[in-house]
């Protein structure tokens, strides 16, 4: 039996990151990027009037000014600032050399003159104070979010190298089982695994294709056939009786590298590997199945698209005690503002905590006091 | 200038859920849930097996067991437990009335026969221990996660009334912006928030169409003829010069609800209301922008979403001193395993932090010291 630390290293050690790939910008969205894009020129490229004012020379101290012209944002024209003469100037407008831009609360115009009941303020972004030419601007290893995005458009970078797509293939088994849209006969019940893996790859934009099988190992083995980045199975992934995913996964040249971890819910997961293909064996248990695919089929998709490897762990207070077990719990919690707080459940089948959890705390095993700081993981 | 609480309060108790439509439960990731959704049934709708083992009769004391036959998940069959005999059971069967279940792990099995080393313990999941028919499983307002979607699965909700997407306009203004595939001339620079809008549009799951234009009042009129939930307008926010933002809206029937708010980055935003329609003119300053976007825009999307229309806020400690202003601050930030690193701005045309910032601090007029708490949003 591993820990969940010793699946961790085994994950980020021998999992490799899939080929990078030009991609549209839309595209990225979600992906890891995998260059460092840096400052094509500084940034800003020339100096910006930073407010909607006037422009004058710096060092003149003239009492009033005549308003002899206009810069406009966008103006690409050479403008000269001599004295005694202003110049109209918009926010984002290219400040001329050795200007000084005196906003507009600060102005008082009459007849074509203006005058300046302030003066020495300064309102101009100067070329380069963002970032200088050459200066790393989105590093290697970002998962690409919306304000990324914008920052390597705002330098051209409308093609970034992201990691391809992964492709996964996911098989639910289980005699019990059928569909969410059928109704279950005696003893039988709903494929939620199904819903939960198909709704988990969307939002971290992978490619999915999805089958559903018995408990019967030929079925198995015929559903998997062929190659992708990632096979996971739900179900059978218990040692006894007719579970057979770790019997079927050797069977098709997997070396199976874990059987079992010292996490509740979810003991029993198989992590086997054929090259580079990767398979999980989840347990079928809903709650134990939600575990497995967070704590550490996530993981495993971060190194494959070139990401740390490791989970994104944050700490807060949990709001009432936490119970432990001989095994570390990774707890179904609701964050709130004021901190996590524990869902109930009653066994690794039970399900209703997934309505609201949105995070999941690392128990250790001696438990958690109420207001006790803990490690947790966010989910969607 | 209104604060950004009484934006707040003006857009929760103004905006309106839009309709609420059955959708299928893969397009509802991401939406949010228009109803209570219960438990038709029991859950467990049955007495299952939480192991692999044998089930015999609860009160049945005799010291050797006969092996007679098999429950396996799924199986339908009405199964009788008789004094002296056992049946194997596999994890997730339903448990015959008075049956107790002995995990494998404490049976010695012997030609036909089965001795336990160990009675007793409760290895059966209950009808209804998760849920009672007429639970409430997943409450209106829940935004509809993998999890949750998954819940709804199971208990045959493949149907779930979730708000109906809401449809945006985007229109960036400015003279001196270009698109991000062209290279600017002097005096320009590349639209960023067009590509920002349109990679937060994707993760919100929102409709959305994109226009750009000049500074030129009749062209943002004939841009933004039509119907839509949101109009957003890029620029042309402030008041001077030739920012014409409020009043073309104002032309267009939008009553002008706000023009300037206490907030830093991001003082310039118009909020306007056409019956149900809403508008907001967002500072071009890319900082300002994104700012704009997670405090104010998201907050009125919630609330048409039906969802509680107020922002999530969280807690963490700020790992650096951060400086106050007159206006209240939303402070990018990367937010990480011990507290919220501050990240560097020089000012609101800034855009270098988005690279890494997943957060927004709200920082007081007095400043935040370095290990004091601060309330903050997480941006995508």
Known sequence: MKTVDEVWELLRWEISARQAVETDL???L???LREDVRAPEDQPAFDRSAVDGFVVGAGDSSEVFCIVGEIRAGDGRRHELTAGHALRISTGAAVPAAGEVIMLEDAAESEGMVRFSRRGRDHVRRRGEDARAGDVLVAE????????????????CIRPKVTRGIDILHVATGNEIVAADANPGPGQIRDSNSPLVAAWARTKRMRLEQ???GEDAEALRHAIEGRRDVLLVSGGASVGGHDCTAEVLDAAGFEILVTKVAVRPGKPLIVGRRGEEWAFGLPGNPLS?????????DVALTAMQ?????????????????NGNPRETWW??????????????ASSGDMTALGTANALVRVPVS??????EAEFIRVT
Chains 1, 2 share one sequence.
Do not use: N, Q, Y
């Open 211 to 213: 089958k559903r099988v």
């Open 141 to 156: 290893g970002t998962r690409l979010g919306p304000g990324a995005i914008a920052l390597l458009a705002s330098v051209g």
């Open 367 to 372: 438990g958690l006091a109420a207001g006790r």
């Open 30 to 32: 979600g992906g890891v």
């Open 332 to 345: 179904p919690a609701s964050e709130e503002t004021t901190g996590l707080r524990p869902l109930r459940w």
């Open 26 to 28: 839309a595209d990225a």
């Open 289 to 297: 199945h939600f575990v497995c695919l967070h704590v550490f089929v």
């Open 306 to 322: 070139g990401g740390s490897g490791a989970p994104a762990m944050f700490r807060g207070p949990v709001l009432a005690d936490v």
